[in-house]
């Protein structure tokens, strides 16, 4: 039989593997995202066409809904989720300027 605090330990761990998994689903998102705008940087269009920038921004608004519900869940810490998207927003930055040869 568990007792009171083995209960309370189990729960803890469980909440942190909760909390573990979805961080790890919000950066496979990100990684999604930077994977499909390179694939559409390399072989589709160019950053200054409206397609490119409409998938971004759609993409990139739902990610920041993903991380806005997974914050109200408790599941991640807001600075981690503000940084998780700030992240991506300078890696999409960095390939945008490798494209374009912006420096």
Not at 57 to 72: H, N
Not at 84 to 100: F, G, I, K, N, Y
């Amino acid at each position: 039989m568990v007792n009171q605090t083995e209960g309370i330990l189990l729960s803890t761990e469980i909440e942190a593997g909760h909390r573990e998994k979805a961080y790890q689903v919000l950066k496979s998102d990100a990684h999604k995202i930077l994977k499909l705008i390179e694939v559409q940087m390399d072989n589709l269009t160019m950053p200054q066409c409206p397609l490119y920038e409409e998938v971004l921004d759609t993409q990139m608004f739902g990610l920041s809904r993903e991380i806005d519900f997974a914050i109200r869940l408790g599941l991640v810490d807001e600075r981690d989720g503000k940084e998780l998207l700030e992240s991506l927003e300078r890696q999409l930055s960095t390939l945008h300027d490798a494209v374009t040869g912006d420096r």
